[in-house]
Nanobody
């Protein structure tokens, strides 16, 4: 079983920065694709960014140039550096990982951006 725990969310003013972390633990074979998703109140969960074990990244258009996804294989941790935050970035952010085709999710961390 794979456990994912997010941290680093909080309240920040527009234009500010936050760094989210996702710590992975438990028994897993190989985590290939990992990613960050977010869900704003009353909206569907949406992709924010993904990263493969080889380091290839993909970003949603709305965050490209402002958010940076990275991972530390030695620490089994994934990060999301967010700068120039906007009120529309308000959401619960979830990390996601696939192990042998099975998706795992964290419990989410709230990001609130005040205008």
């Amino acid at each position: 079983q794979v456990q994912l725990v997010e941290s680093g969310g909080g309240l920040v003013q527009a234009g500010g920065s936050l760094r989210l972390s996702c710590a992975v633990s438990g028994r897993f074979f190989s985590l290939n694709a990992m990613g960050w998703y977010r869900q704003a109140a009353g909206k569907q969960r949406e992709l924010v960014a993904t990263i493969t074990s080889g380091g290839s990244t993909n970003y949603a258009g709305s965050v490209k140039g402002r958010f940076t996804i990275s991972r530390d294989g030695a620490r089994n941790t994934m990060y999301l550096q967010m700068v120039s935050l906007k009120p529309e970035d308000n959401a619960v952010y979830y990390c996601n990982a696939f192990d042998r085709g099975v998706p795992y999710w964290g419990q989410g961390t709230q990001v609130t951006v005040s205008s």
